[in-house]
T-cell receptor
Framework: NAGVTQTPKFQVLKTGQSMTLQCAQDMNHEYMSWYRQDPGMGLRLIHYSVGAGITDQGEVPNGYNVSRSTTEDFPLRLLSAAPSQTSVYFC?????????????FGPGTRLLVL | AQSVTQLGSHVSVSEGALVLLRCNYSSSVPPYLFWYVQYPNQGLQLLLKYTTGATLVKGINGFEAEFKKSETSFHLTKPSAHMSDAAEYFCAVRTGANSKLTFGKGITLSVRP
């Protein structure tokens, strides 16, 4: 199993550009989520999905869109990039949404918005 | 509402010394508690978790943590630090099904030779 994969590893954008961060998992996990990591702030939840076709907002959803058309994929779209979206983005997945579930993280995407 | 407090941002220990990373949580219902480790330029990896039952939880790489309800704490310890333990450590809490996993701000552990 490859686990959770993310592409690209690193991206530079100009303000106003749009892009999609890809996330895929091959563990047949129902629950997937996107976090952003900023220095001194830990990880903050952007959006999450409890299964194909179902998504919901997390703590910091503004400026981001998600969709979940398959169990495996959970892309994160930046509609119009802003410097405040410079961050490291992590995708995670777990078997389900139960509180005791372990979340498995991808290696991250580093995004720089100029 | 749930929250996690990790006091301080950086801990430095000598190789072979005790590692103690503190975590306090706030939750109105019984919590599920996690410690994750992040090595440089990598994603997060689960060290250990407390769900129910035994309050002393053993994890990977010789780490353990004890859930103390009366102190609302879940401190991470390791008897003897190794150079390979240098990383960032995150405490996290979750309370119910489909509830979000709330992370602390993280603590960077440095290990001196």
């Amino acid at each position: 199993n490859a686990g959770v994969t993310q592409t690209p590893k690193f991206q530079v954008l100009k303000t106003g550009q749009s892009m999609t961060l890809q996330c895929a998992q091959d563990m047949n996990h129902e629950y997937m989520s996107w976090y952003r990591q900023d220095p001194g702030m830990g990880l903050r939840l952007i959006h999450y999905s409890v299964g194909a076709g179902i998504t919901d907002q997390g703590e910091v959803p503004n400026g981001y869109n998600v969709s979940r058309s398959t169990t495996e994929d959970f892309p994160l779209r930046l509609l119009s990039a802003a410097p405040s979206q410079t961050s490291v983005y992590f995708c995670a997945s777990s078997t389900g949404g139960r509180a005791a579930e372990t979340q498995y993280f991808g290696p991250g995407t580093r995004l720089l918005v100029l | 509402a749930q929250s996690v407090t990790q006091l301080g941002s950086h801990v430095s220990v000598s190789e072979g010394a005790l590692v103690l990373l503190r975590c306090n949580y706030s939750s109105s219902v019984p919590p599920y508690l996690f410690w994750y480790v992040q090595y440089p330029n990598q994603g997060l990896q689960l060290l250990l978790k407390y769900t129910t039952g035994a309050t002393l939880v053993k994890g990977i790489n010789g780490f353990e943590a004890e859930f103390k309800k009366s102190e609302t704490s879940f401190h991470l310890t390791k008897p003897s630090a190794h150079m390979s333990d240098a990383a960032e450590y995150f405490c996290a809490v979750r309370t119910g099904a489909n509830s979000k996993l709330t992370f602390g701000k993280g603590i960077t552990l440095s290990v001196r030779p």
